[in-house]
C-alpha cells in the first residue's frame, strides 16, 4: 500500500508538464516539499508495481475410461436349485437333510439326560436345560423349515419326506411333553434314538437314488479307444 505522500506527489506531476519535470533549471525554482514530493513520486513511477499473488492451477488429467476390453465382468451366481437335498443349494432352510439334522442334535440332548434325572430327578437343572433345547430344535424345524410356504417348493418325493419328518417331529415333542417320570424319559431319549436313525437312513438312501437318477440322464463322453501297447 502506498503512502499519502506518494499519492499527493503523483497527482502533482500529472498536473506538471513534462519539461518542469525532467529540466527543472528550465522552470522556476521549487520549494522543498515539492522537490521531496517529485522525488517520491519518480521513485513510485520507476518501483515496479506489486501484483496480488495467484496461485498456480495444478491440471490433474481426468482418468482414462476403462475399455471394453479391460473391463473385468464377474460370472453371474449360480441359481439354487429348488431341491432341499442340498443344504447349500436350499439355503440351510425347508430341507429334508435339515430335519434329520435336527433330529440328530434332539436325540444327543436325550441320551445323557437320564443320567442326571437318576440323580437329581426331573427338576435337575440339567435334564430341564436339555428337554429345553431340544423343545427348540423341533420347534425351529415344524416352524420354519417345515413351514407350508417352504414345504410347497420342494419337488414331489422330497415333499414326501418332509411330511414323514414333520409327523415325526410332532409325536416326540408331544411325547416329551406328556413325560412325568424316570421313565417317560428313557422312552422319550430311546424314541429320539429311533427317529433320527430313521430319518436319516431315509433321507440319505433317497439322495443316493437321485444321484443315481442324475448320473444315468447324463450322457456319458465315451472314452478314446487305445491301442494296445506295443512290445520294445
Same mark, same amino acid.
Given at each position: 500500500?502506498?503512502?499519502?505522500?506518494?499519492?499527493?506527489?503523483?497527482?502533482?506531476?500529472?498536473?506538471?508538464?513534462?519539461?518542469?519535470?525532467?529540466?527543472?533549471?528550465?522552470?522556476?525554482?521549487?520549494?522543498?516539499?515539492?522537490?521531496?514530493?517529485?522525488?517520491?513520486?519518480?521513485?513510485?513511477?520507476?518501483?515496479?508495481?506489486?501484483?496480488?499473488?495467484?496461485?498456480?492451477?495444478?491440471?490433474?488429467?481426468?482418468?482414462?475410461?476403462?475399455?471394453?476390453?479391460?473391463?473385468?465382468?464377474?460370472?453371474?451366481?449360480?441359481?439354487?436349485?429348488?431341491?432341499?437335498?442340498?443344504?447349500?443349494?436350499?439355503?440351510?432352510?425347508?430341507?429334508?437333510?435339515?430335519?434329520?439334522?435336527?433330529?440328530?442334535?434332539?436325540?444327543?440332548?436325550?441320551?445323557? =439326560?437320564?443320567?442326571? =434325572?437318576?440323580?437329581?430327578?426331573?427338576?435337575?437343572?440339567?435334564?430341564?436345560?436339555?428337554?429345553?433345547?431340544?423343545?427348540?430344535?423341533?420347534?425351529?424345524?415344524?416352524?420354519?423349515?417345515?413351514?407350508?410356504?417352504?414345504?410347497?417348493?420342494?419337488?414331489?418325493?422330497?415333499?414326501?419326506?418332509?411330511?414323514?419328518?414333520?409327523?415325526?417331529?410332532?409325536?416326540?415333542?408331544?411325547?416329551?411333553?406328556?413325560?412325568?417320570?424316570?421313565?417317560?424319559?428313557?422312552?422319550?431319549?430311546?424314541?429320539?434314538?429311533?427317529?433320527?436313525?430313521?430319518?436319516?437312513?431315509?433321507?440319505?438312501?433317497?439322495?443316493?437314488?437321485?444321484?443315481?437318477?442324475? =448320473?444315468? =440322464?447324463?450322457?456319458?463322453?465315451?472314452?478314446?479307444?487305445?491301442?494296445?501297447?506295443?512290445?520294445?
Amino acid at each position: 500500500m502506498t503512502s499519502p505522500l506518494v499519492n499527493i506527489g503523483t497527482v502533482l506531476v500529472q498536473a506538471m508538464p513534462w519539461q518542469q519535470i525532467f529540466f527543472p533549471n528550465n522552470h522556476e525554482r521549487r520549494s522543498k516539499v515539492e522537490e521531496e514530493l517529485l522525488r517520491l513520486a519518480r521513485e513510485s513511477s520507476s518501483s515496479p508495481s506489486s501484483s496480488p499473488v495467484v496461485e498456480e492451477e495444478v491440471f490433474v488429467p481426468p482418468s482414462s475410461p476403462v475399455s471394453p476390453q479391460e473391463a473385468v465382468t464377474l460370472p453371474p451366481p449360480p441359481t439354487p436349485s429348488v431341491s432341499g437335498f442340498s443344504q447349500v443349494a436350499a439355503g440351510g432352510k425347508a430341507c429334508s437333510v435339515c430335519g434329520a439334522d435336527h433330529f440328530s442334535t434332539a436325540a444327543g440332548l436325550l441320551e445323557e =439326560a437320564p443320567r442326571f =434325572a437318576r440323580k437329581g430327578g426331573l427338576e435337575d437343572p440339567e435334564v430341564i436345560r436339555r428337554v429345553d433345547k431340544v423343545f427348540r430344535e423341533l420347534n425351529a424345524f415344524e416352524r420354519e423349515d417345515g413351514a407350508p410356504e417352504n414345504i410347497v417348493k420342494l419337488p414331489e418325493d422330497e415333499k414326501v419326506v418332509m411330511r414323514a419328518l414333520m409327523d415325526r417331529s410332532r409325536d416326540l415333542r408331544h411325547q416329551l411333553t406328556d413325560m412325568k417320570s424316570l421313565d417317560d424319559l428313557e422312552a422319550v431319549a430311546a424314541h429320539a434314538g429311533e427317529v433320527s436313525l430313521k430319518s436319516r437312513t431315509q433321507v440319505f438312501k433317497m439322495r443316493l437314488r437321485r444321484a443315481r437318477e442324475e =448320473a444315468a =440322464a447324463t450322457p456319458s463322453t465315451p472314452s478314446p479307444d487305445r491301442s494296445p501297447d506295443k512290445p520294445r
